[in-house]
């Protein structure tokens, strides 16, 4: 069983639909929890960290984690052709500094 | 301010050559990272570095090595490659604060072992 699972999609919307992403993870000791980026061929961006359970809001993206549940998910609203990309959720525990898990990634297209 | 830079961009090697791709960052970050991504396997830890003269290996480190030349430059090496070893590869340095935990990924390295 992978320690972060992330349905692959695609998911394909119409520009302006409100966009909701999510992962599962098995792995009760993650406590950070980020969301990157993917545009094609480039590298991961970082968008959204959290520590911890709640919300997080940045412009048109929140962050939900909901740790007794394991899942979190991340909203676009207003979503944008320019936010078609892959999205990747992450995270890690308190006790290894520098271990990250990795989601395989959610395919999102945004058609104008 | 260049960020993460990777080199070569792309790359296709024989089974058993050996290869080395080049990481460099102009962040003044302590950690770097490699890793490998593959379809539907999400982003896998190869090696990293916390700071300069210290290397660790991470989830897949079998057929690579790594060297932290200095605090900019972080490089993998496949001494053997593999078909398996067919990926794209990412280097990444990392920003960690009390409010922050970034990691700058590079652009990555293609590589097709034949």
């Known amino acids: 069983q992978k320690e972060v699972e992330q349905d692959p999609g695609p998911l394909s919307v119409p520009e302006g639909a409100i966009v909701s992403l999510n992962c599962t993870y098995s792995n009760s000791a993650f406590q950070y929890f980020m969301w990157y980026r993917q545009y094609s061929r480039k590298g991961p961006e970082l968008l959204m960290y959290?520590?911890?359970?709640g919300n997080k809001e940045d412009g048109r993206f929140t962050a939900q984690v909901d740790k007794s549940s394991k899942y979190i998910s991340l909203f676009i609203r207003d979503s944008q052709p320019s936010d078609s990309a892959t999205y990747l959720c992450a995270m890690r525990g308190l006790g290894n500094f520098n271990k990250f898990y990795f989601g395989s990634g959610t395919k999102l297209n945004v058609k104008p | 301010n260049a960020g993460v830079t990777q080199t070569p961009k792309f790359q296709v090697l024989k089974t058993g050559q050996s290869m080395t791709l080049q990481c460099a960052q102009d962040m003044n970050h302590n950690s770097m990272y490699w890793y490998r991504q593959d379809p539907g396997m999400g982003l896998r830890l190869i090696y990293y570095?916390?700071?300069?003269?210290?290397?660790d290996k991470g989830e897949v480190p079998n057929g690579y090595n790594v060297s932290r030349l200095n605090k900019r430059e972080f490089s993998l090496r496949l001494e053997s490659a593999a078909p398996s070893q067919t990926s794209v590869y990412f280097c990444?340095?990392?920003?960690?604060?009390?409010?922050?935990?970034?990691?700058?990924f590079g652009p990555g390295t293609r590589l097709t072992v034949l």
């Open positions: 990444a340095s990392r920003d960690s604060g009390i409010s922050t935990d970034t990691q700058y």
């Open positions: 570095s916390a700071s300069e003269g210290t290397t």
């Open positions: 959290t520590y911890s359970s």
